[in-house]
């Protein structure tokens, strides 16, 4: 035996020696009971009391007091007397479970101090009444209390105030002992108010405008013309965009590029009409479900492009991906968006586990999910003013066109059904694809005997399908494509465009109880819903060798493509913009009937072979949902649907009426695309992901919200949807959050800091606001006054605060470096896209457009090959003005973001970004010297100068200093400046060049980039 015990690691005898009571501190060894008061209260006060004592409850616990302890927290009970093996307060401070080890952050309380709770809980967990706080309470952390609007305080200086901004500024500036900072001049005035309204500094002529009206409301004047001009929705739109988390390519490893700047046009236009904060909100979460009762074609795409919001995640489409995995990663990136941009709560933390310091448990988060959780992952056809109009016009000349001949043949009807088989003349195969065979790419069985292709989607691929049929005498066999809200434009296929080429059709049977006879199914006749004429494919799906001429383009044609064994022809089905997207299907007769009494082992080969050379680009060509089906009909047809256009087509005498009618859906405009939501008609189930694992699904929620937020609205209609409840919750007048978050940011937008420092979290570890009632003045008036954005605009730059002077006197230095309590105006570097567009505007070579597509400035070609982008990607560098185009509009690629924008701090839109940082570094002074499209600038601003700067040097030299910062230059600053251009002037023999070298110091000057 002793040799036995000294062989047992002295550790072990030490545990077992505190765990069974042995010598615990101010425990007799008798095993007396255990005494709050002596052994347990110290424990507490010592490790517990930092987060769940009288100044903070984490979790919605307080343990310092009888009452609060025993109730527990947003998890539920702590203490259960009796069971301390089950007690979450003994659980957790022993680390046990997959809940993280408590004191968070502090050391692990030692093993006796353990066994003492334990004992305690064990014996009936006794509290003496009177001892620990009394009166206690879980106090509600100030953000999640909805504000009320405060009373205006007194201040002594009565006369400075300009609105009740001021008041509140003032009192705390009274309360500091500091005083506030005269107005700064007009000229600074100005260019801070056009700079922040509409991201671009004014003009020469709207600064002399200003210094000549001497008007009381001269000021107030120019930010009505400010809030105005439609390049204020474009400053706004850029701010609201970075929580979007906006950009133009998927992101991941492929990163291809999307066409969605419908939703970037619609969030500027948005701004620019003045669309009240909570329908902005509404629209972007519920947008397709308000489309339902819209009263126009335009406004019912608007309230879609809307839901863009949601559909910013990126996408992944690398070979091998679990589409299910990547569609929760969107989800998730769905809630920290509407967590960050809406709530200003991270809800995110909530994801894995229970909240660990805001009062929101993991049930809690995935009943908040519940309500994003029943959409498809949509992709739509949108168009702009123009082509709506246009469309509009071929849709009305077509059935005028139709109408004409549906007269002329009133049996169109009765014609068209003896031309088609119908759907109960056919058998569906269940098919399931051979994963080997699918290039990558997954394919979803949807419970209707169909496929949907999804994930990666390869360029070229045999895609094998088998499944078994009881049918014989087979004569024919039929492919559907169908539509489908997660494809492309609806699909049925999943290029771009919605579209697919089927290159061969092929098949082969083979008796169930003997697989090894395989036989294959020769096809000696195709007939299909629609049959194209023989056309080139477009360039996007063409190989190297094809782009460069080097051999004929494949083509797309009838449906007998399919069956003729030659891979340069496929069977082609984008009859056009108008008419692309529906479904199709296509019917193959056999030579002769098969099948085997016993059951039939069908494999049918979908070659697809008509895509491009680049799968990280969109060049796939493929088909996305589609059905088999097999018929025994001694003469089988394809299903047509009842439409008067399919039979026309087939009436040969009307030739000449058929060609016309083409001709005019020749003009039909191709629109563009949007992702967007879609609601599903079948429910999806949500379920709590243990640890936030897609795999690890545990109990089922229904859509709910926090219960330390708002309540949910009552529904109008008994039918109404759970997203559009959830989005009038978002945007209740009620909320605690959601107006504060909003005001602040835009705080932070005018002032480099909001009221709160943490726009993304006001919840318990956010710092407290600078000044908390000013906020709630600012959140309630919003609300209350309509949830006007230009009103909350304009209650700022036109208080006394946004007025003062920025200079930084020794005083504020010392006391508060980053004007918290704002006794100054702000003075920060303006924002990365700015930075670009006051060089643009300065140089004359601004293209001030509003909307519209992406453009692609100058880059660096190297950056879209490898090994600096994964894959090659697309930059068709702009010429002439679309070069020119405000920042905003410039193409982002996730994985490449644009070098000018990353070096000025611009976010990639991978997450949510409420608050970007602000660097100053030699990069940033690098770039705006040497980046092509600066040194155009200079150059622009250069000739500029000369041409219409005047006719001395001196008043070209004003002209160019003007345009940079808005102001003449100082004595001293001209004859720094004349000197410089002298030693240029010198230096270079051509004038011209003189003056670019003048450009580019003006451009590059700190106050050019800097609002004062």
């Given amino acids: 035996m002793g040799n036995i015990a000294m062989k047992v690691p002295y550790f072990f005898w030490a545990s077992l020696f505190f765990l069974t009571g042995f010598c615990l501190p101010g425990v007799a060894q008798t095993q007396e009971k255990v005494d709050f008061e002596r052994d347990v209260k110290p424990v507490l006060d010592r490790s517990c009391s930092a987060c769940h004592g009288a100044k903070a409850q984490m979790g919605g616990l307080r343990l310092d007091a009888k009452s609060t302890a025993m109730a527990g927290g947003q998890s539920g009970k702590a203490i259960m007397p009796g069971d301390g093996a089950h007690s979450p307060l003994y659980l957790r401070t022993a680390g046990a479970g997959d809940q993280p080890r408590m004191p968070m952050g502090g050391k692990p309380l030692p093993p006796e101090q353990l066994a003492i709770l334990k004992r305690w809980i064990d014996e009936g967990a006794a509290w003496p009444d009177g001892v620990g706080a009394q009166n206690a309470a879980v106090k509600k952390h100030w953000a999640y209390v909805a504000p009320v609007r405060p009373a205006l305080p007194a201040v002594r200086e009565a006369a400075w105030p300009r609105n009740p901004v001021d008041r509140f500024v003032l009192a705390r500036l009274e309360k500091e002992g500091l005083a506030h900072s005269p107005e700064t001049d007009k000229i600074t005035l100005l260019r801070r108010a056009s700079l922040d309204l509409t991201g671009l500094p004014p003009t020469a002529a709207e600064v002399k405008a200003f210094l000549a009206d001497s008007s009381p409301r001269a000021y107030e004047k120019q930010v009505e013309r400010l809030l105005a001009s439609p390049h204020y929705g474009e400053r706004w739109a850029r701010i609201w965009l970075d929580a979007a988390r906006y950009a133009d390519s998927d992101g991941f490893e492929k990163d291809k590029p999307r066409w969605v700047w419908f939703y970037r046009d619609w969030v500027i236009q948005a701004f620019n009409r003045d669309l009240p904060y909570d329908q902005f909100l ?16 335009a406004e019912a795409q608007e309230l879609r492009v809307a839901t863009g919001f949601l559909r910013n995640s990126m996408i992944n489409e690398e070979g091998g991906i679990d589409p299910e995995q990547f569609r929760m990663e969107a989800m998730f990136d769905r809630m920290d968006a509407v967590g960050k941009a809406m709530l200003g709560v991270t809800i995110q933390c909530a994801q894995c586990h229970n909240h660990k310091f805001d009062p929101l448990t993991q049930e809690e988060y995935y009943k908040l999910f519940a309500f994003l959780n029943n959409s498809h992952e949509s992709n739509a056809a949108v168009y702009t003013p123009g082509e709506r109009k246009l469309r509009q016009q071929v849709l009305s000349r077509v059935a005028g066109l139709e109408s004409a001949l549906e007269k002329r043949m009133p049996d169109w009807r009765a014609r068209l059904k003896a031309m088609s088989s119908q759907p109960g003349d056919w058998t569906t195969v269940n098919l399931a694809a051979e994963d080997i065979s699918t290039g990558g790419q997954k394919f979803l069985e949807m419970g209707d005997g169909s496929m949907l292709a999804s994930g990666y989607a390869p360029t070229k691929s045999r895609v094998k399908l088998q499944g078994k049929t009881a049918a014989t005498g087979i004569t024919a066999m039929r492919l559907e494509l169908l539509m489908d809200p997660n494809l492309p434009r609806g699909g049925p296929g999943r290029s771009i465009k919605g579209t697919g080429a089927l290159t061969e059709f092929e098949a082969e049977v083979a008796p169930v109880d003997d697989p090894s006879k395989v036989m294959p199914v020769k096809f000696v006749r195709a007939l299909a819903d629609v049959n194209l004429k023989e056309a080139p ?72 072979n008509h895509g491009g050379w680049n799968s990280d680009d969109n060049q796939n060509y493929n088909m996305g949902r589609m059905r088999v089906s097999v018929t025994t009909l001694a003469e089988p047809k394809p299903v047509l649907p009842e439409s008067f256009e399919l039979l026309r087509e087939r009436v040969p005498e009307w030739a000449a009426e058929n060609a016309e009618i083409e001709k005019v859906w020749n003009g039909h405009p191709e629109g563009s695309t949007q992702l967007v939501l879609n609601e599903r008609a079948e429910r999806r189930m949500t379920n709590i992901l243990s640890r936030g694992d897609f795999l690890k699904p545990g109990k089922a929620v229904e859509p709910g919200v926090p219960a330390f937020l708002h309540a949910l609205p009552a529904k109008l209609t008994p039918d109404e949807p759970a997203r559009l409840t959830f989005a009038r919750w978002v945007a209740a007048r009620n909320s605690p959050t959601t107006a504060r978050s909003f005001v602040n940011r835009v705080w932070q937008s005018y002032f ?52 003062q002077s920025s200079r930084l006197t020794p005083e504020l230095k010392e006391r508060d470096l980053f004007n918290r309590l704002l006794a100054r105006g702000p003075r920060v570097r303006v924002e990365g896209e700015i930075v670009r567009d006051i060089a643009l505007a300065a140089s004359g070579l601004l293209n001030d457009e509003v909307g519209g597509p992406s453009v692609f400035p100058p880059a660096p070609s190297f950056l879209f090959q490898p090994p600096a982008s994964y894959g090659p990607k697309v930059w068709d560098e702009a010429k002439g003005t679309e070069r020119y185009r405000r920042a905003l509009y410039t193409f982002r690629y996730r994985s490449v973001p644009y070098p000018m924008l990353t070096n000025f701090d611009t976010p990639n839109g991978d997450i949510a970004c409420v608050r970007r940082t602000r660097s100053n570094t030699p990069l940033q002074a690098l770039t705006t010297l040497n980046e092509p499209l600066f040194f155009e600038a200079a150059q622009a601003l250069g000739k500029l100068t000369m041409h219409d700067g005047g006719a001395t040097d001196r008043q070209r030299l004003v002209f160019a200093f003007e345009r940079c910062t808005s102001r003449k230059p100082t004595a001293a600053e001209e004859a720094e400046l004349t000197a410089f251009l002298n030693k240029q002037q010198k230096r270079f023999q051509e004038p011209g060049r003189a003056w670019t070298a003048m450009a580019r110091l003006l451009l590059n000057l700190d106050e050019t980039i800097t609002k004062e």
């Fill in 752 to 803: 480099g800091t909001g009221l709160v420092e943490t726009p993304e979290d006001l919840g318990k570890q956010s710092p407290a606001p600078s000044h908390p009632e000013l906020l709630d003045w600012l959140a309630v008036e919003f609300m209350d006054g309509g949830w006007k954005v230009k009103d909350l605009h304009r209650a700022i730059v036109t208080s006394a605060t946004y007025r």
């Fill in 537 to 608: 494919i477009d360039a996007i799906y063409r190989d190297k060798e094809e782009l460069a001429g080097k051999k004929e383009p494949r083509v797309t044609g009838p449906v007998a493509y399919a069956i003729d064994g030659d891979d340069k022809t496929a069977w082609g089905i984008d009859d056009g913009p108008a008419r692309r997207n529906q479904p199709r299907n296509a019917v193959f007769i056999a030579s002769k009937p098969f099948g085997f009494p016993g059951g039939t082992l069908v494999t049918v080969y979908l070659k697809q």
């Fill in 282 to 297: 509404e629209q972007q979460l519920a947008g397709d479900l308000m489309a339902r009762t819209a009263k126009s074609a």
